[in-house]
């Protein structure tokens, strides 16, 4: 199963969702700007993330610089509730494949052809 985080502002986010539709791959959507994530949902990008926090926080967002967060000295609790109060700060859209259990983030085609290669092969 996939999943699209997303924000129905973010051109980004549109294109993938608009490239899951024309490659017919099945998929759900959540848009994180409407419906904060949950703790497990939060954990498990975190969990699927190569580089943890710093795969899906975007650290140059606007909160972040102005209210001068050093996301490096938050504790997993607080990263969580960051995350839930201010969802802009995550890099958008995030696409979790839970069967392979990882992640990629971002609208690059080509990085999203590799990431679904079996999907689009069937």
């Given at each position: ?116 290669r079996?999907?689009l092969?069937?």
């Amino acid at each position: 199963m996939k999943k699209i985080y997303f924000s129905s502002s973010c051109s980004s986010s549109r294109k993938t969702i608009k490239f899951f539709n024309e490659h017919n791959i099945s998929y759900t959507a959540k848009n994180i700007i409407k419906d904060s994530l949950t703790d497990q949902e939060i954990k498990t990008l975190l969990q699927f993330a190569p580089n943890g926090v710093n795969d899906i926080i975007a650290t140059k967002a606007k909160y972040i610089k102005t209210h001068a967060i050093n996301i490096e000295t938050l504790r997993l609790p607080e990263i969580y509730q960051l995350i839930k109060d201010e969802p802009r700060i995550l890099k958008r859209p995030i696409i979790v494949d839970f069967e392979k259990k990882k992640i990629q983030v971002g609208y690059n085609e080509d990085e999203i052809e590799i990431f679904l290669r079996s999907n689009l092969d069937d």
